[in-house]
């Protein structure tokens, strides 16, 4: 499979722990991009990659959230002291630099307790 | 105003039928647009991208585009009840891409 990838598919946890989800893009593809989702909404943006630059991150996203792409490949995305609120479907995508066209991966959701 | 506006429906055609779905944007400076399919508990799929006004045919969807008007829409012919589903349009300037919450859409059998 050389779609996009990740992991875990679901997550859940208590209000205040710490949880990191995975994306693994298609290999060619240099640009890596976070959205949220929940439901009855479209997925919204957080953050983009451009290789292991992180070059916008949301001024919706509050300092609990954190995402890293070491060496331009995979990326996590790490939420801190989680609350009932991040509750959603955490969607990742990648694109390649000449077409700014982006294939989704599978998702993670979350649920906080 | 909200960034890319969509009819939530629910559109509901009968099997066969056209359906129409639209959507309007507020950034004059948008560059691409996409429609994504969305089934429930699944990913967004890419259907279409247009990038140009006019319109853009592929199988049974056709997009289109009005620059002057903001606005973009997808037409699927012959509906079959398995494009049942939530479609998303989502319009891009550089590397952001807004999506609208999404129109679902019921073909009946």
């Known amino acids: 499979d050389t779609g996009v990838s990740q992991n875990p598919r679901h997550k859940i946890t208590k209000r205040g722990q710490n949880v990191t989800f995975r994306c693994d893009p298609i290999?060619?593809?240099?640009?890596l991009y976070w959205y949220r989702q929940t439901l009855g909404q479209g997925p919204e943006f957080l953050t983009y990659f451009q290789n292991e630059a992180q070059l916008e991150k949301s001024r919706l996203l509050s300092d609990r959230f954190s995402a890293e792409r070491p060496k331009g490949s995979f990326s996590t995305l790490e939420i801190q002291r989680t609350e009932q609120g991040d509750s959603a479907m955490y969607l990742c995508?990648?694109?390649?630099?000449?077409?700014?066209?982006?294939?989704f991966g599978p998702g993670t959701r979350l649920t906080v307790l | 105003q909200k960034e890319v506006e969509q009819n939530s429906g629910p559109l509901s055609v009968p099997e066969g039928a056209i359906a129409s779905l639209n959507c309007t944007y507020s950034d004059r400076g948008s560059q691409s647009f996409f429609w994504y399919r969305q089934y429930s508990g699944k990913s967004p799929e890419l259907i279409m991208s247009i990038y140009s006004n006019g319109d853009k045919e592929d199988g049974r969807f056709t997009a289109q585009l009005n620059k002057a008007s903001q606005y973009v829409s997808l037409l699927i012919r012959d509906s079959q009840p398995s494009d049942s589903a939530t479609y998303l349009c989502?319009?891009?300037?550089?590397?952001?891409?807004?999506f609208g919450a999404g129109t679902r859409l019921f073909v009946k059998a």
């Open positions: 989502a319009v891009s300037k550089g590397f952001k891409t807004i």
């Open positions: 995508a990648s694109s390649l630099s000449i077409t700014d066209t982006q294939y």
């Open positions: 290999s060619e593809h240099n640009r």
